[in-house]
C-alpha cells in the first residue's frame, strides 16, 4: 500500500515529519512525498529519509491515500485518482455546501480531518485540539507584541509597574492554552465560558471563571460553542463589557460549527476599553466574536487594536506540523488494518469524518 502527501501551497504547516516516516512504514509498504512539503517547516528534502519523492501528479494517480492539510485538488486530479484511493484532508464541509455534493460526483473516498469528533476514542487524532493549542499559545504572544506595557508585575528602582489584565473568552483547548500562556507571562487572568464544566479547569490553571447563569447545555456540541437564548445573550454582553473595560489583553475563541461566530464584543464594548489594549480574535475567519474584526488584519479602533486571525497555528509551522503528522499517523492506524483500507460505516470516528464514499 502506497500512502503520498502532497504539499500545502496556502501554509507552512508539513502533512508528513522526517520522524514519522518509520512509523508509517510499518502501517503502509511504502511512502510518497512531494518535493519540498516540508520547507515551509524547515525540514528539507534530505531529512526524510526512507521516504520517496514523487510529483504532485505521480501521487494522485498512483497513491492509495492522498494526505494534504488544505484541500487543492482539482476535479481532473480527482478523476486522476485509483478507484478505491482515500483522500485526507481538512476539508470544512460545513463552510463550503456544495463541496460534500461534488465530491460524491466524482465519487470521492473523502475523509476530512476537521471532521473528527472530539471524543477520548479520537483524541489522538484530533487536528482542531492540536491546531487549537498552538492558536491559543499564539494568541497571548501576538497580543504582546501589539502592547504598550509588561504583562507581568516589575518591581524597579524607577518604580513598580502592575501586572496586566487579561480575559480569555472559551475556555476550550485554545483558551486554555491562552490562559495557562498568560499566567505564566505573569498576567492577571480571567475566563469566561458558558459551560460550567470548565470552571476547575479554568481556576486549576490559577484564573478567575466568571460566569454567567442559564446557560443552555452544550455537551453534544463536539467542543463548540451551542447558540445561547437572548436573555442568557444580554445578560453575557453586560458582563463581558464590564470585564473587557478593565482589560489590556482579550483573547476570544468561540466558534460554532456551520455558523457564523457569536458577536461576544461589541463596537460600543470596544470603544469604551482603555487605549493600548489588544483583542486576539481567534474566530476571525468565521466572522468574529468582536465586532470589527477582519481576518488576517490589525483593526485599530481608538487605540484599541483588534487582530483577527484563525490561522495562528502556521507561525509555528514546525510544532504544527509534528502535531498534524502524527494526527494522522494516528487515524492511520484506526484504518489500515492488515495492509488494506477499512473505511467501516459504524466506526464511531469514521461515521463522522468520512464525507463521501467512492460506492
Known amino acids: 500500500m502506497i500512502i503520498g502527501f502532497l504539499k500545502d501551497h496556502k501554509s507552512d504547516i508539513s502533512p508528513l515529519v522526517p520522524a514519522n516516516i518509520s512509523k508509517l512504514l510499518k502501517v503502509v509498504s511504502t511512502v510518497w512525498l512531494e518535493s519540498e512539503i516540508g520547507q515551509g517547516a524547515f525540514f528539507a528534502n534530505e531529512d526524510y ?27 481532473e486530479e480527482y478523476s486522476a485518482l485509483k478507484v478505491s484511493a482515500v483522500v485526507i484532508a481538512q476539508y470544512a464541509p460545513f463552510n463550503d455546501s456544495s463541496l460534500v455534493d461534488r465530491l460524491s460526483k466524482l465519487k470521492v473516498n473523502a475523509i476530512s480531518m476537521d471532521m473528527i469528533p472530539r471524543t477520548s476514542l479520537a ?55 491562552a490562559i495557562a500562556t498568560a499566567r505564566r507571562l505573569g498576567a ?47 445578560r453575557q454582553a453586560a458582563l463581558i463589557q464590564e470585564k473587557a473595560q478593565g482589560a489590556d489583553i482579550i483573547v476570544t475563541t468561540a466558534q460554532l460549527r456551520g455558523r457564523p461566530a457569536p458577536k461576544l464584543i ?37 487605540g484599541v487594536k483588534i487582530v483577527g486571525d484563525s490561522n495562528l497555528a502556521n507561525r509555528m509551522p514546525q510544532d504544527a506540523s509534528t502535531l498534524y503528522s502524527n494526527n494522522i499517523l494516528n487515524l492511520l492506524k484506526h484504518i489500515v488494518r492488515d495492509g488494506a483500507i477499512d473505511l467501516q460505516s459504524d466506526d464511531e470516528i469514521l461515521s463522522k469524518s468520512i464525507i463521501t464514499k467512492s460506492e
Open 49 to 75: 529519509v526512507d521516504g520517496e519523492v514523487k510529483s504532485r501528479s505521480e501521487i494522485i494517480s498512483g497513491a492509495d491515500i492522498v494526505v494534504q492539510i488544505n484541500p487543492d485538488i482539482t476535479d
Open 123 to 177: 483524541q489522538s487524532m484530533d487536528v482542531l485540539s492540536s491546531m487549537a493549542s498552538i492558536a491559543g499559545y499564539q494568541s497571548v504572544l501576538v497580543a504582546l507584541q501589539h502592547m504598550p506595557r509588561y504583562m507581568p508585575m516589575m518591581i524597579t528602582a524607577a518604580g513598580s509597574i502592575k501586572p496586566s489584565k487579561a480575559l480569555i473568552l472559551g475556555a476550550g483547548v485554545a483558551g486554555l492554552q
Open 188 to 234: 492577571m487572568v480571567e475566563a469566561f465560558d458558558t459551560r460550567a464544566a470548565v470552571k476547575e479547569e479554568v481556576q486549576s490553571l490559577g484564573a478567575k471563571f466568571v460566569e454567567v447563569e442559564g446557560a443552555r447545555d452544550d455537551k453534544d456540541a463536539g467542543g463548540y460553542a451551542v447558540e445561547q437564548t437572548e436573555e442568557y445573550k444580554q
Open 266 to 302: 461589541t463596537m460600543d464594548t470596544v470603544k469604551k476599553m482603555k487605549p493600548g489594549s489588544v483583542i486576539v480574535d481567534l474566530a476571525a475567519s468565521t466572522g468574529g466574536n468582536c465586532e470589527g474584526a477582519v481576518n488576517d488584519e490589525v483593526v485599530d479602533i481608538n
